[in-house]
C-alpha cells in the first residue's frame, strides 16, 4: 500500500459510519473522565503508530488507555494492571457499546458514558443502535494511513507558529483531523446550532478568533475527502482570496476552502501541495482579518535545532 493509499468515499462509507460511532463511544470514556480543557482539547483522539488513542486517561490512582489498532484489528484497552483487546469486526453499534463498557468494568475501571453520538442528525442511543453494521478492516486502515500522512504535514505546519496554536486533534464528534492557530483576540459568540451537541460546547470552543485547517473523509454534500480550512468568525474577503494550488475552492455550502485529497495524494509532492494549500488559506484568513503576522509567525522547526531566540 502507498504512503497516501487511495480513500474512494463511496467504497468505504459504510465502515466510515460505524468507525465514526465506535470512535464516538470511545472518545466519550475519555469526555466522561477528563477535566474540561479550552476548546474541548480534553476530549480528541490522536493518531499513533497503529491507530488512534485516547491518550491516557486518569481514573482515580488508575490510568487507563484505550487504542483502535489498525494494524492488529482490535480495539487495545490497557490499564495500569491487566489489558485486554476487543476485535474490530462487522457488529452492531449496540454491541460495541457493551463491550467496551463490560471490558472496562472487568479491568476494574468502570466507566458511565454520555450514550448518543453527537455532531450526527440522528442521535440513536448506542444500545439502542443494534442495526447491522459494516467493518471492512482494509478500508479502516487506509483511513488511518490517510491520517498518518495528514498527521505528520500538520505538525510540520503547527511549527510554524509562536503564537497560541492547537496540537493536531482528532475529533471524533465531526470525525476529521484538525490543527488550529488563534490570534489572540477574543471571537463573537457563536451562533451554535450544531446538531446534536449543547451550543454551549460549540461557544465554548470558538470563543477565541481562530484560522482551523483540518482533513475530513467527506459526507453528505461532500462526498471526497478533503483537506479543509476556515476562519472564525469569517472576515470580510477571505473566501475570494487567491490561495494555493490550483485544485483549491471554496466551497459556499461548507464555508470553507477545500483540496481534494485525491489531488494531494496523487501529486508528485503531496507534502509541497499540502503545505502550500495550509499556508495559502491560514494568510488569507490571517490577512483578511488583520493578524499581526510579524509577531505571530516563523520559519518552518527543524529537528534538533532550537529556534533562533
Excluded at 504535514?153 to 510554524?160: A, E, I, L
Excluded at 464555508?255 to 481534494?260: I, K, M, T, Y
Aim: net charge negative; proline share 11%; with cysteine.
Amino acid at each position: 500500500m502507498t504512503a497516501w493509499p487511495a480513500l474512494p468515499y463511496a467504497a468505504w462509507k459504510d465502515t466510515y459510519a460505524t468507525l465514526h460511532l465506535w470512535t464516538q463511544i470511545v472518545g466519550k470514556v475519555r469526555l466522561a473522565r477528563t477535566p474540561w480543557l479550552n476548546h474541548s482539547w480534553q476530549t480528541p483522539l490522536y493518531v499513533t503508530p497503529r491507530g488512534l488513542t485516547t491518550g491516557i486517561i486518569h481514573h482515580g490512582a488508575r490510568t487507563l488507555d484505550l487504542e483502535f489498532d489498525f494494524v492488529d484489528q482490535v480495539l487495545r484497552i490497557r490499564t495500569d494492571g491487566p489489558t485486554t483487546a476487543l476485535p474490530l469486526a462487522p457488529m452492531s453499534v449496540a454491541e460495541f457499546h457493551i463491550q467496551v463498557l463490560e471490558a472496562l468494568q472487568a479491568l476494574g475501571t468502570p466507566v458511565t458514558i454520555h450514550g448518543a453520538p453527537n455532531e450526527l442528525p440522528q442521535a440513536v442511543p448506542f444500545e439502542q443502535d443494534r442495526a447491522p453494521r459494516t467493518y471492512d478492516p482494509d478500508q479502516a486502515q487506509r483511513f488511518w494511513r490517510a491520517l498518518l500522512q495528514a498527521d505528520r504535514v500538520f505538525k510540520t505546519f503547527r511549527t510554524g507558529f509562536l503564537g497560541k496554536a492547537s496540537p493536531v486533534h482528532f475529533f471524533w464528534g465531526s470525525f476529521d483531523l484538525a490543527v488550529t492557530r488563534f490570534s489572540g483576540r477574543p471571537a463573537p459568540p457563536h451562533p451554535g446550532g450544531v446538531p446534536n451537541l449543547p451550543d454551549v460546547v460549540a461557544r465554548e470552543a470558538y470563543s477565541h478568533e481562530v484560522s482551523s485547517a483540518g482533513f475530513w473523509p467527506g459526507g453528505p454534500g461532500c462526498e471526497e475527502a478533503v483537506f479543509y480550512s476556515y476562519a472564525y468568525p469569517e472576515p470580510a474577503g477571505f473566501r475570494t482570496a487567491a490561495v494555493a494550488p490550483a485544485g483549491a475552492r471554496f466551497d459556499p455550502g461548507l464555508g470553507e476552502f477545500v483540496l481534494p485529497y485525491e489531488a494531494v495524494r496523487t501529486s508528485r509532492d503531496p507534502d509541497a501541495i499540502l503545505l502550500a494549500f495550509l499556508a495559502s488559506t491560514y494568510a488569507a484568513a490571517a490577512d483578511a482579518a488583520n493578524w499581526d503576522r510579524d509577531a505571530l509567525e516563523c520559519p518552518f522547526g527543524v529537528p534538533g535545532r532550537p529556534r533562533p531566540s
